[in-house]
């Protein structure tokens, strides 16, 4: 049983997303796709899996050519897909997500909701995964939504399974389980492609690796074959610094004070409980942790975003519990939010006005309620040279940037003026590992120019190579405290928490 | 030095993005497009409206349909005669004379403001379909102001507008602050807000405050001279209510694009979230937004009672202003001089449309049709692409303006 | 090394929304009992007596006579009762419950007011409820059809008004059972118009909503002047008759109330059983609903995004038109412009209050009905409040009910969005 994806060419408007790529994997084999951000692999993966259609290139199975015009025909054929952001309805049960699309059904179209569950609990024994198949999505913790996703997979018989990018939600350990999860596929004679940007894991869990570098595959190799930095020359095209380039932290007042702050979420749950630290000017202190954890609003509390329910925020000694987000910036405190496209900038707006898309109301970008927008063009000429912004020019609408370019907008917007104290949610996230290096280069800088700096990021190495101090946090609270010297071991412990009490929500 | 590897232009839904992005509204403008561009769309709406109108005309010609039956050479004659008669009236109305052209512009006048007052709202991504609700309570002001006291026209008609802004301010508010407050979607508090001003205008019209003497119907006292608009040319329509248009058309041009609060205002409409995390307070803008396009509106009421005869408050004077409004504001693409010239057309098929009810006895519902199918046109650029065949630009978008009733 | 754990001292600073929103409601609540006591209770005299006729003419006779006063002291006792329980904040979770008990016992004491002194048909009123709550309730599930596939379909009320036209115009020309296929037949088709619009050509679905509302208003207005009123024929269709359901009907009150109605009535409950059923225990259901909440979910398994939507729609435009039709054929008999007068958007506001559930639109589609009926009855009655005020009761209560009563719910994940597929 052999998949092969051969010459496969996928045009868009623009952009080669793949060119002339080629692919095999047989039955009981593990193939890790590697690439970094914009390579092409998943672009590659949906059309394996029917949501697009390739320009060009054929697909086959045990040497039949097979085409695929949506998932339903690529499901019937055995392939079957673990998205990055999972396809689950947050307001169904387990049940009902797994069976969507395959539902066992009486008559008159009614449900078997015995069926259902009974199907459910069958395969959840037989591969461990150990899921209550009327728990509700959206109350389960990320690790067990990805196994009802693996339970659907499995619900339609799949006899190829793409995983794409599953490790980026799990703690450590739970991807230890993943793996011994995927092992037990392979076991049972499935054919597994894993793609993702993680080299370790791609080293421990394949068979064969192969790498995609702009829409092309460049290199096939055998894990005994490469290293991880032989691994991520391929991927990137020239030799990578894997560790970010600092000197040693000279840390000195503290600047910022987090005093028992407890924050709700949007279903007013505690997301964060309890939680003190403080960051000092010159060093850089890195919050890790998998999403989820309460770190989405640990950082909105910080910024004016949410209002805390109790505990203190102090800044250089002032009260900022209850700051809105304009006295936090005008308390000179850099802001580079999670999620750059919602929060950061106005996606149809230019580049010139997202620029000044937090000073607009300050001299000299405005006199009273009157704009001067020719200051607001020359600032937006200055910044987008110094920070070697890629844009046509400062009057495009800032969409047509890359997320690279997209994210230097919001960061030279940030850090141009005096920074007290910088709080980074997740600001690597998504974009190619040129801008990465530029951004982490301008955090480092900064911190050197003596702020205060608060980084959040569900990328360990990210956060292991930046920062001076780490503080893992699991569950709202804060679980462990290291220095830069940790180890990823001693780290992928504190993000534990507590084992035995999410496998007991789990069942 | 680094190798970037980016593109300049990526698809909308490359790797990063995670798959449900919502497509944020549309610059409203018009991304990217050409003069011509810009307007061959809405010139072909218009044309494509005004043949399915030929064809309502024709389809409900009574006394020519049975004809078709016996003599179909005769009947289509009659057809084209009666659609022709038609639409020459409409023309003849619009733009055939001086009195036409003054006729136009009258009308355009208040279809200009409430235009602006719904554009406004469009921008900042508010649906204001109150502007009827607004322009009652705006213009019951005014008429209270304009029949209360006498003072010289210069002093009279500026108070008499400065308080109708407040008063349609305030009425657009109330919908701005539940909005802001408890969310409630203001497509829903603005219609019902709606009817309420429209029974409460029928309440106060029955008052004794309010209602001329010696009448028992829903009709005020008469607006002292010193506060009814001026006329300005002998015995044309057309009053200085015109010229308050084109003030109110600069200055929402000013507001949106030279000021802060403009500023704020279209970033909060794209997008909420940015505009929270920049420092905006969203609550507050919702509601000067809904006050901005309520003022707007109580500017286009207060010209229906003190700019034309019989300058007395009667029941349901607002019309259907407001709702052809909205028409205005999407085919204008809520710019200031897109509504000017949206008004201007509308101002025409009214005129037009008057004379066509009385010379051709076509009733002048049917310009509310027209107006609908150019929204529709107007709102969907693919469609009338289809129509015609037209290419479409690469860069062109939906035009989705709302969110949802979260909001 | 110390690791920072929490401890348990929390200092609780501020409150949550939920309790902000309780101590505001218990407020309320306060303040309307202390108008009750004013207004209702010492503002009549005590010797007053308040008689509600419980029967239909033509039943045995069924009254019930209560002091005026004595119960609107009654009500403002027990409403100071809940707002005062309300403020306590100790089970913010029945706050909803105890103002909809508090909002039902004001209407009572307001109605013992109005009927100080004078008899008065409940019965003819809590019928009427009933009644005025069909279209409501009609407009609340076609939306709610739409809105669970996330499609926002502000345009019912064009499709009640355009349906409720064709309906008098082909019930005149054919028949009744002519009028009332036709008139669903409309509404399906506006339901199309309206999955055309925004699925396929992405218009944003509000404007493409107001835009099918403007187009019927004008078109039927337009037709109404034009057609109708010189051909009057066409405009006077017979009209649907009622028929008492046997045993049920014959239940005091409740009978009169519930059961004894034309068929469009039924034809509602059968609608929001057969929704109700439909949506949480069939396949069609959970497909249509995963369709609404997370599109692309649906589509990695299969499931057409696109033709759900559109089949969903039109079937909410059927209802519609179902709705149409009993305004002119059952309700009134002929056909004026501007009949609905804002009843479609009342029914988007009854659908947000049941919370997009079938069962919820029954509901809220009541309360509403009882709003229109008193627009309605309470003019006979003589009250010291002026018509106009009456006449916006429906209005202010969509508002209020909107804005404050419901607090804030979820419609489904995705509403508004257009699916864009590559």
């Known amino acids: 049983m052999e998949l092969a994806l051969t010459g496969i060419t996928k045009q868009f408007p623009g952009v080669l997303a793949n060119d002339n790529v080629n692919l095999t994997v047989s039955e009981g084999e593990i193939v890790a796709l590697l690439g970094e951000n914009g390579a092409g692999k998943t672009t590659l993966m949906n059309i394996l899996y029917g949501l697009y259609h390739p320009t060009s290139g054929t697909v086959e199975i045990d040497g039949k050519p097979v085409q695929f015009h949506s998932p339903g025909d690529a499901i019937k054929a055995g392939i079957g897909m673990v998205h990055q952001h999972f396809m689950l309805v947050p307001v169904f049960t387990v049940a009902e997500n797994v069976i969507l699309g395959d539902e066992p059904t009486k008559r008159a179209g009614i449900i078997n909701r015995a069926k259902a569950k009974k199907t459910v609990t069958e395969i959840s024994r037989r591969y461990k995964l150990d899921v209550d198949p009327d728990a509700i999505i959206e109350d389960l913790p990320v690790g067990i939504q990805q196994r009802v996703e693996i339970i659907k997979v499995l619900e339609r018989q799949a006899r190829f399974v793409v995983f794409d990018e599953p490790t980026s939600v799990l703690t450590p350990t739970e991807v230890e389980g993943f793996f011994e999860i995927v092992q037990s596929l392979k076991a049972d004679g499935k054919g597994i492609i894993f793609i993702s940007h993680k080299l370790g894991e791609a080293l421990e869990i394949a068979d064969r690796i192969v790498i995609m570098r702009r829409g092309k595959t460049v290199a096939e190799v055998l894990p005994r074959d490469v290293d991880e930095a032989g691994l991520a020359e391929l991927m990137v095209g020239r030799p990578v610094d894997l560790v970010v380039d600092k000197a040693e932290a000279e840390p000195k007042d503290v600047v910022l004070s987090v005093e028992h702050l407890t924050v709700l979420d949007d279903r007013n749950r505690r997301a964060i409980d309890g939680v003190s630290f403080q960051v000092r000017s010159g060093e850089i202190v890195g919050i890790a942790g998998v999403q989820g954890n309460g770190q989405t609003e640990l950082v909105e509390a910080l910024t004016g975003l949410r209002t805390p329910l109790g505990g203190r925020v102090m800044l250089k000694g002032d009260d900022m519990t209850v700051a809105s987000p304009r006295a936090m910036h005008q308390a000179n405190v850099a802001h580079v939010p999670e999620d750059r496209q919602k929060s950061g900038l106005v996606l149809p707006f230019t580049v010139t006005e997202n620029i000044v898309l937090n000073s607009y109301y300050e001299r000299p970008l405005s006199r009273g309620v009157i704009m001067d927008w020719d200051e607001a063009r020359d600032r937006a000429t200055r910044l987008v040279e110094e920070y070697d912004v890629r844009t046509p020019g400062i009057e495009v609408p800032v969409s047509n940037l890359s997320g690279g370019n997209q994210q230097k907008v919001i960061v030279a917007r940030e850090f141009d003026r005096d920074v007290a104290l910088v709080i980074a949610s997740q600001p690597t996230r998504g974009i190619d590992v040129g801008s990465i290096e530029y951004i982490h280069s301008r955090i480092v800088e900064e911190r050197d120019l003596g702020a205060a700096v608060l980084i959040v990021s569900s990328e360990l190495d990210e956060v292991m190579a930046l920062s001076d101090r780490i503080l893992v946090m699991y569950e709202g609270k804060i679980a462990g405290e290291f220095d830069a010297t940790a180890s990823t071991t001693e780290i992928g412990l504190a993000m534990l928490g507590s084992t035995e009490g999410q496998n007991e929500q789990a069942s | 030095m680094t190798d970037n590897g980016d593109a300049q232009t990526e698809p909308l839904v490359t790797e990063d993005s995670p798959p449900g992005d919502r497509s944020s509204m549309d610059r409203i403008a018009g991304v990217g497009s050409s003069l011509r561009q810009a307007l061959l769309v809405p010139a072909l709406a218009v044309l494509t409206a005004l043949i399915v109108g030929a064809i309502i005309i024709a389809a409900t010609d009574l006394d020519t349909l049975p004809l078709w039956g016996t003599d179909p050479g005769e009947a289509f004659r009659q057809t084209m005669s009666g659609i022709g008669k038609a639409y020459k009236a409409l023309f003849v109305g619009s733009v055939g004379s001086p009195r036409a052209i003054s006729e136009t512009l009258f009308a355009a006048t208040p279809l200009i403001l409430a235009g602006l007052a719904v554009a406004v709202g469009f921008q900042a991504g508010l649906f204001n379909i109150g502007v009827n609700g607004q322009m009652h309570i705006g213009g019951m002001v005014a008429l209270w102001v304009g029949f209360s006291v006498t003072l010289p026209a210069i002093i009279h008609i500026p108070l008499a507008i400065a308080a109708a802004i407040m008063g349609g301010a305030i009425w657009g508010g109330i919908s701005g602050v539940l909005k802001a407050r408890t969310g409630a979607h203001e497509v829903i508090t603005t219609i019902m807000l709606n009817f309420v001003a429209l029974f409460m205008v029928d309440y106060l019209l029955k008052t004794s405050v309010f209602q001329a003497p010696g009448r028992n119907d829903p009709i005020s006292q008469k607006v002292n001279a010193s506060a009814q608009f001026p006329t300005l040319i002998g015995d044309f329509r057309l009053q200085i209510g015109f010229f308050f248009s084109l003030a109110a058309v600069a200055f929402v041009w000013w507001l949106m694009y030279r000021s802060t609060i403009g500023f704020e205002f279209r970033a909060v409409g794209y997008n909420p979230h940015g505009g929270r995390y920049a420092g905006m307070s969203v609550a507050w803008i919702y509601l000067g937004v809904m006050a901005v396009s309520g003022g707007l509106a109580g500017i286009a009421g207060t010209n229906q009672i003190l700019g034309l005869e019989p300058y007395r408050g009667i029941s349901n004077f607002a019309g259907t202003v407001g709702f052809d409004a909205i028409a205005l504001a999407l085919l204008g693409r809520s710019h200031p001089v897109g509504v000017l010239f949206a008004g201007i057309l509308f101002g025409a098929l009214r005129a037009g449309g008057r004379e066509m009810q009385g010379a051709a006895g076509v009733p002048i519902d049917l310009v509310l049709v027209l107006q609908a199918l150019i929204i529709v046109m107007i709102a969907a650029p693919r469609l009338v692409r289809a129509i015609y065949r037209i290419k479409t630009p690469d860069q062109e978008l939906s035009t989705t303006v709302s969110t949802g009733w979260g909001g | ?422």
């Open chain 3, 1 to 422: 090394m110390a690791v920072t754990t929490s401890t348990d001292i929390v200092e609780k600073v501020r409150s949550t929304p939920e309790e902000r929103r309780a101590t505001a409601i218990g407020i309320v609540l306060v303040a309307i009992a202390a108008f009750v006591l004013w207004v209702f209770a010492l503002g009549v005299d005590s010797s007053y007596v308040s008689t509600f006729n419980l029967s239909l003419p033509g039943d045995p006779d069924l009254t019930w006579a209560v002091s005026s006063q004595v119960l609107s002291f009654v009500v403002a006792a027990i409403i100071a009762f809940i707002g005062g329980w309300v403020l306590r904040r100790t089970h913010v979770k029945w706050t909803n419950l105890g103002l909809a008990i508090a909002l039902t016992l004001f209407a009572l004491a307001f109605l013992t007011w109005a009927a100080a002194d004078k008899s008065f048909s409940l019965v003819g009123m809590l019928r009427s409820t009933v009644i005025l709550s069909v279209p409501v309730t009609l407009g609340a599930l076609t939306g709610l059809m739409c809105e669970r596939v996330a499609i926002i379909n502000i345009a019912i009320e064009g499709q009640l008004l355009t349906a409720a036209f064709v309906g008098t115009v082909a019930g005149s020309a054919w028949g009744i059972w002519a009028g009332l296929i036709g008139a669903m037949l409309t509404g399906a088709i506006l339901g199309l118009v309206l999955a055309v619009l925004s699925i396929r050509y992405r218009i944003d679905q509000i404007i493409a909503g107001v835009v099918i509302n403007i187009f019927a208003l004008g078109l039927t207005s337009f037709l109404a002047r034009r057609v109708l009123s010189v051909t009057p024929e066409l405009n006077s269709p017979g009209r649907f008759s009622s028929h008492k359901i046997p045993l049920l009907g014959d239940i005091p009150v409740l009978g009169s109330m519930f059961f004894n109605h034309n068929m469009f009535v039924y034809g509602t409950y059968a609608l929001v059983l057969i929704l109700h059923f439909g949506f949480f225990y069939t396949r069609w259901g959970l497909r249509s609903r995963a369709v609404g909440e997370h599109p692309k979910a649906a589509d990695t398994v299969g499931i057409d995004v696109y033709w759900t939507r559109y089949r969903n729609v039109v079937l909410g435009g059927l209802i519609a038109g179902f709705g149409g039709a009993f305004l002119t054929l059952a309700q009134v008999s002929r056909f004026e412009e501007n009949l609905t007068a804002g009843i479609g958007y009342i029914g988007l506001a009854a659908m947000i209050f049941g919370r997009w559930m079938p069962f919820g639109a029954l509901g809220a589609g009541l309360v509403f009905g009882f709003a229109l009926t008193l627009q309605q009855k309470l003019g006979i009655l003589g009250t010291p409040i002026p018509s106009e005020f009456l006449s916006m009761t429906p209005y202010l209560v969509t508002i209020i009910v909107v804005a404050g009563v419901v607090g804030r719910s979820r419609p489904p994940a995705a509403d508004g969005q257009p699916y864009i597929k590559d």
